[in-house]
């Protein structure tokens, strides 16, 4: 094994000149002390791994606290386990991480970083570039992991030509779970298009079931939304608005029309929509108190963990106009390098997560699919299943989760979440007020600056 404390701070200058976080800034500072004398302390124990060592014990932050993501975690666990490691969960409540980030960038600012962590999305860059997540080449490169992944998920935990993290699994977002016992009854098929989901919605008023579950906590409401984006123009249009940031795709009509569709669906939902943690709502779904649900499947998993069946009391199917696409969010974990006592273990961690048991067992506890692009398909539900599909088609049917992390960085994200609640909360606010919020947060922070 290589000892990689003296490679892998490439990029660690470039990042503190261009860095945009003072809080990047103020922890580099801060660690640059704390590693030298962590470095310099390690240069006396010897660091080559000792068969007869007592277990090793890794610390994961995470968000996955639901039943479903509780089970998915256990299946990590216990893997680890049989490998006489133990997983010391630090899990944070909160959906969509929200708790957790903050957390860990506490720990990490006074000098706790746990030994691994999810760390979704473009986020990775800024910490591998500062030198803080291990290389993990030495398990991806024999592993053969560029092989094994989508095109998609290699690029993403890839950075400046090192793997610096171990992906689990893709969540697909873009689904409309629906009740099929109610559905049933009601003689009513899934909703393929926005007509069909008006007449659908019509009838389960009539019949007395709210047509549409939905929380009016920001995050979800932005996942809602970004579906919504992606249902009225596609991947390349969604990619120009929370990629790029172009101001001028904040400004067009299709981005009006999406925010007029979120306005029609509130009508759909029970009223007031109240601020309730995605859970709650995937139960009002399966107790019937909701007849649909625009969720990512993580909503599956929680389904499944109380004992449903896709296909018998629940199914899904995709948002209409989005059956082709893929709203996509990867999970991953990361390794903090630290002082590279715990390299073994966390090296056993990511070859363990990117084992076909491993891979196959965690993603259907989760709801999610396999990083694998040829996974045992015979082991997926239908849900699974089209999202396979659908993935496998390439990136120019993917598209990027903002809300969960894939498409832009934090402040992006924050700013533009933010101003979404605000229009779905306040009725009084106008598409064109929202529209010109939005230009003028592209504007300040678009990486081309003036693009139109
Ligand atoms: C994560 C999922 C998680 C969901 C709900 C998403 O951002 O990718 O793993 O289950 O949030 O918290």
Request: aromatic share 8%.
């Amino acid at each position: 094994m290589i000892d990689k404390r003296h490679v892998n701070n490439r990029g660690g200058t470039q990042a503190w000149l261009t860095g945009s976080r003072s809080w990047i800034v103020l922890f580099a500072l801060g660690c640059l002390l704390k590693y030298a004398i962590g470095i310099a302390g390690a240069a006396t124990v010897a660091s080559a791994p000792n068969p007869n060592q007592p277990a090793a014990a890794l610390q994961v932050v995470h968000w996955w606290t639901s039943a479903g993501e509780r089970k998915a975690v256990d299946v990590l666990a216990s893997k680890l386990a049989e490998e006489n490691i133990q997983w010391r969960d630090a899990a944070i409540p909160g959906g969509a991480g929200l708790g957790a980030s903050k957390v860990l960038k506490s720990m990490v600012l006074a000098g706790k970083a746990p030994e691994a962590t999810q760390l979704n999305g473009i986020v990775f860059g800024e910490w591998a570039d500062l030198g803080l997540l291990l290389e993990l080449d030495d398990v991806a490169t024999p592993g053969g992991w560029q092989k094994l992944l989508f095109p998609t998920v290699w690029s993403l935990v890839h950075n400046r030509g090192h793997v610096v993290a171990a992906p689990l699994g893709i969540h697909r977002i873009n689904n409309l779970f629906y009740n099929k016992k109610i559905f049933d009854r009601l003689g009513l098929t899934a909703p393929k298009t926005w007509a069909e989901f008006e007449r659908v919605a019509e009838k389960l008023k009539h019949a007395g079931v709210t047509p549409l579950a939905q929380s009016s906590e920001a995050w979800q409401v932005a996942t809602l939304f970004e579906t919504l984006v992606l249902a009225e123009s596609g991947p390349a249009y969604y990619r120009s608005l929370f990629v790029d940031l172009n101001p001028g795709a904040f400004g067009d009509t299709r981005m009006t029309h999406a925010l007029q569709r979120l306005r029609t669906l509130k009508a759909w939902m029970a009223q007031p929509v109240r601020e309730r943690p995605w859970p709650e709502m995937t139960r009002q779904l399966a107790d019937g108190d909701a007849a649909m649900f625009v969720m990512g499947d993580w909503a599956k998993g929680e389904l499944l963990a109380w004992g449903l069946t896709t296909d018998q009391e629940f199914s899904c199917v995709a948002v209409p106009g989005t059956a082709d696409y893929h709203l996509y969010s990867v999970d991953t974990l990361a390794m903090f390098a630290g002082d590279y006592s715990h390299q073994t273990a966390q090296e056993k961690l990511a070859q363990l997560i990117m084992s076909q048991p491993v891979q196959s067992a965690y993603n259907q506890a989760k709801g999610a699919i396999s990083v694998w692009r040829s996974p045992a398909l015979s082991k997926m539900d239908s849900c699974a299943r089209s999202s396979w599909s659908a993935f496998s088609k390439g990136s120019a049917f993917q598209a990027p989760s903002l809300v969960h992390r894939m498409a832009a960085d934090e402040t992006a994200k924050d700013a533009i979440v933010a101003e979404v609640h605000r229009y779905f909360v306040d009725d009084k606010m106008s598409e064109s007020d929202i529209q010109r919020r939005l230009v003028s947060i592209a504007r300040s922070l678009s990486k081309t600056g003036k693009q139109e």
